[in-house]
């Protein structure tokens, strides 16, 4: 079974510049998790979809940050414009359902993202 | 709010040595809970969970039990080897989603 596919895998841009960042699923999960891993902590949510439906995003700084999954499989998370403090791992997750039922949420390997 | 707190790091251990990594939550409620491990240069990966109080989950030689009345889910491994070095992330369920421990880096030595 393919894992949760991300690209690209490192970025380096300048702050004010944009940035995309694609995830591809597993198959058949219909929720679907961007976090955001800055350097020595842990992972924390950006955003939470439900087939192309938006759970949860108070926490996406939505000024610079957008996300978005048209068709209920692949995503995008965009940046624009980068600021330095946005350096770190994008992390994308999936699931058949949601840890609420204990179910298991598989990682990609995540973008890593400089902005200097 | 909810959180997860978990031991600072580094932990640096000989081969062969008793791994202990102390995680506590809050919660309203019974979350489910989940240890994650990331190894150098990749992504997260689970290593175990428990979904109910009194629950034990297991894999790969590690193990945590969920306590309701210490709000504990501490990992153990009776003998650890150089390739569990990794970072190791304690996490809960909120509402549907994962709330993670800051991590706690594992450096076994030969």
């Known amino acids: 079974e393919a894992g949760v596919a991300q690209s690209p895998r490192y970025k380096i841009i300048e702050k004010r510049q944009s940035v995309a960042f694609w995830c591809n699923p597993i198959?058949?999960?219909?929720?679907l998790y961007w976090y955001q891993q800055i350097l020595g902590q842990g992972p924390k949510l950006l955003i939470q979809?439900?087939?192309?439906?938006?759970?949860?995003d108070s926490q996406l700084p939505k000024d610079r940050f957008s996300a978005e999954r048209l068709k209920g499989v692949d995503s995008t998370l965009k940046i624009q414009p980068a600021k330095l403090e946005d350096s770190a791992v994008y992390l994308c997750a999936s699931s058949q359902g949601t840890a609420a039922s204990g179910n298991t949420i598989y990682f990609g390997e995540g973008s890593w993202l400089t902005v200097v | 709010g909810d959180s997860v707190t978990q031991m600072e790091g580094p932990v640096t251990l000989s081969e062969e040595a008793f791994l202990t990594i102390n995680c506590t939550y809050t919660a309203t409620g019974y979350p489910s809970l989940f240890w994650y491990v990331q190894y150098p240069g990749e992504g997260l990966q689970l290593l175990l969970k428990?979904?109910?109080?009194?629950d034990k989950g297991s894999n790969k030689g590690f193990e945590a039990t969920y306590r309701k009345e210490t709000t504990s889910f501490h990992l153990e491994k009776g003998s650890v080897q150089v390739s569990d070095s990794a970072v190791y992330f304690c996490a809960r369920d909120s509402w549907g989603k994962l709330q993670f421990g800051a991590g706690t880096q594992v450096v076994v030595t030969p």
């Open positions: 979809f439900q087939n192309n439906g938006v759970v949860d």
């Open positions: 428990a979904t109910k109080a009194d």
């Open positions: 198959s058949g999960h219909a929720t």
